[in-house]
């Protein structure tokens, strides 16, 4: 069936610096470094399906807001991953979209509310059978914790996403570096500690598609085989955002090739479980951990993941046969199938 042509309107945050820093004295908490180049694709996508897309741009002012709410558009297409540089803000605005009973692609507000919270997310995949490292929580000398957890140990900022606040030191040995590491987790965020078991193994990602019966595509692996000797095996902040470095050079990903038929199968059996117990909408991301016996441990979910040609779960659908623009309208599809139009 041909899809109606949409005005859709192509929704993304912007930030001013100088206006940022003259607002708050607290460093803002971003993910993305690089420019952002994904609103343009997807808007180069919308027009060759036969839309009529436009941008709205949420940079931290009320006008910004107010705009939105006079605007009429068939369909959101929300890229939208912070508000006024701050990535907490994320589920505010799915959370507005829903206020003013607008339609827009990807999760909603309580989907990206548990997937951010990551302690909250952890106890869920227990809930549902799903693997995922032992853990404990901490806030300014109290903790938290279901199970004995052994070192070594990766410390991470708990209401955070995209590798914010995990660097390669986050991983310890010893409870002096433990609580070293707490100490400057709180000085940083002044916010909740996951400490979690450190699991040696292959960074897996799993990208799904869809809803009621989502379908993960292919696996990407990142190879972090090229780290420095001795440099713990993490997709920290030196891998995704400090461009320029060896560690973000040297770490790429490719599609395996030596997954045996049972793994391959778990993995996205484990990927789409994960995906369903968080409220995942249309499409999103999975990491994993696959340890040396075969176990998937579910590391972290991804809703509304990075929709540029280069990035993994665009190079995933590609892989499975969805050409980059055929992507986008399905993502179309599907969220306006969510709302029965």
């Known amino acids: 069936m041909t899809m109606p042509k949409l005005r859709v309107g192509i929704l993304y945050d912007g930030w001013d610096d100088e206006a940022e820093g003259a607002a708050e004295d607290k460093t803002p908490r971003r993910k993305r470094r690089r420019e952002k180049a994904d609103h343009e694709e997807v808007h180069e996508a919308l027009k060759k399906l036969g839309h009529d897309p436009f941008y709205h741009v949420l940079d931290g002012r009320a006008v910004t807001l107010h705009a939105l709410a006079d ?10 991953e912070s508000y006024a540089g701050d990535d907490t803000k994320e589920m505010n605005v799915a959370a507005y979209l829903e206020l003013l009973g607008r339609r827009f692609t990807g999760t909603g507000s309580h989907g990206l509310y548990l997937a951010q919270d990551k302690a909250l997310a952890k106890k869920i995949f227990a809930f549902h059978g799903i693997r995922t490292p032992y853990f404990m929580t901490g806030y300014r000398g109290r903790l938290d914790w279901a199970h004995d957890i052994h070192f070594p140990v990766i410390v991470k900022p708990a209401l955070e996403d995209g590798s914010i606040g995990i660097r390669f030191s986050a991983v310890v040995g010893s409870l002096k570096e433990l609580m070293e590491r707490i100490d400057g987790v709180h000085a940083q965020f002044d916010a909740p500690v996951l400490i979690e078991e450190y699991i040696e193994g292959r960074e897996i990602y799993v990208a799904v598609l869809g809803n009621r019966d989502p379908e993960a595509l292919p696996i990407v692996e990142l190879d972090l085989s090229q780290l420095p000797e001795g440099t713990p095996r993490i997709a920290g902040t030196e891998v995704k955002w400090e461009q320029g470095t060896a560690a973000y050079r040297n770490t790429q990903p490719f599609f395996p090739d030596d997954l045996d038929e049972e793994t391959e199968r ?16 249309d499409y999103g991301r999975i990491d994993i951990r696959l340890d040396a016996q075969g176990n998937a441990h579910v590391i972290e979910v991804n809703p509304n993941p990075w929709l540029l040609s280069s990035a993994e779960f665009a190079k995933a659908a590609k892989k499975s046969g969805h050409q980059h623009c055929q992507l986008i309208g399905e993502i179309v599809e599907l969220a306006m199938s969510r709302y029965g139009a």
């Open 266 to 281: 778990r993995l996205k059996e484990t990927a789409c479980a994960a995906y369903q117990a968080l409220k995942l909408r």
């Open 71 to 80: 605007q009429r558009a068939d369909l959101y297409f929300n890229l939208a």
